[in-house]
């Protein structure tokens, strides 16, 4: 295919048969957390399990849905955080937060790089940074955790992923503002800026180097490279597991590979 031709964004993809999971009638996020973590109820208490694998997914909704399911599987008290969440004066026009924006109505807002109002955890499980915290200690945007202790202001954790590998870190709660311009006014979150990462949005993985790597597409990649990121993030082709599905949940080989042609017209 030449650039510049009517379908050059979405390209069909066929995957190898070696490198598709096929689902078995049960739940179907059952094969693919079956791939990636094996003897998951043997090994939760090992930091180094969770270290080198993750299941990558294109959106939110679907990373959540993997989180909550595989969270449901592992034995232990469960405890739950919630985000406080007040609105912001704009001083600019002189203006005082409104009673619309109630701390009711900002609990349900998600948005990215902002995590959810709503935080359940236990001993063992995986986590993420979702912003930079002390650059100094590893504490980065997408460096990954395992917790060990959880408090009610203050979670222990050891970092399993970046240059502090094996460290016992501390994350308090803080405060942030949401940057998303289609969110249209400002109100502040106080939350732990972690998330719960047995699975991660594609873009969110960039950087990442892993043995064992589960990619489930239920809907097709949506930007640029994201299939070329996902795929990438696999250290070894015996690592790779993929799970194509169409809308009906049946087992599918071929993706759409969103690839932008035009960019590399002048390289």
């Given at each position: 295919?030449?650039?510049?031709?009517?379908?050059?964004?979405?390209?069909?993809?066929?995957?190898?048969?070696?490198?598709?999971?096929?689902?078995?009638?049960?739940?179907?996020?059952?094969?693919?957390?079956?791939?990636?973590?094996?003897?998951?109820?043997?090994?939760?208490?090992?930091?180094?399990?969770?270290?080198?694998?993750?299941?990558?997914?294109?959106?939110?909704?679907?990373?959540?849905?993997?989180?909550?399911?595989?969270?449901?599987?592992?034995?232990?008290?469960?405890?739950?955080?919630?985000?406080?969440?007040?609105?912001?004066?704009?001083s600019t026009l002189g203006t005082k937060p409104d009673e619309v924006h109630t701390p009711e109505f900002l609990n349900t807002i998600n948005s990215s790089g902002l995590p959810n109002h709503k935080l359940t955890l236990k001993i063992g499980v995986p986590l993420m940074l979702l912003r930079n915290m002390d650059i100094t200690a590893g504490l980065c945007n997408r460096t990954r955790l395992i917790i060990t202790k959880m408090g009610m202001h203050v979670l222990e954790e050891k970092v399993i992923s970046g240059s502090n590998v094996g460290e016992r870190v501390y994350i308090p709660r803080l405060s942030l503002t949401p940057s998303d311009t289609r969110i249209p006014f400002k109100f502040q979150r106080r939350k732990f800026l972690i998330t719960v990462c047995f699975a991660m949005i594609?873009?969110?993985?960039?950087?990442?180097?892993?043995?064992?790597?589960?990619?489930?597409?239920?809907?097709?990649?949506?930007?640029?490279?994201?299939?070329?990121?996902?795929?990438?993030?696999?250290?070894?082709?015996?690592?790779?597991?993929?799970?194509?599905?169409?809308?009906?949940?049946?087992?599918?080989?071929?993706?759409?590979?969103?690839?932008?042609?035009?960019?590399f017209q002048n390289m």
């Open positions: 295919m030449r650039i510049g031709d009517v379908i050059d964004e979405s390209i069909q993809v066929e995957i190898p048969d070696d490198l598709l999971i096929h689902s078995s009638g049960d739940h179907i996020l059952t094969n693919t957390h079956d791939c990636i973590y094996p003897s998951i109820l043997t090994n939760t208490h090992d930091p180094t399990f969770f270290e080198l694998r993750a299941i990558l997914t294109p959106k939110n909704g679907i990373v959540d849905e993997i989180n909550e399911y595989v969270m449901s599987l592992i034995p232990g008290e469960e405890k739950t955080y919630l985000s406080s969440d007040s609105p912001i004066a704009d594609i873009n969110k993985s960039q950087g990442q180097s892993l043995n064992h790597v589960g990619i489930y597409i239920p809907q097709p990649v949506f930007s640029h490279g994201q299939l070329c990121v996902a795929v990438s993030r696999v250290t070894s082709r015996n690592g790779l597991e993929i799970l194509l599905t169409n809308e009906n949940g049946d087992d599918i080989n071929t993706t759409t590979n969103v690839v932008y042609k035009k960019i």
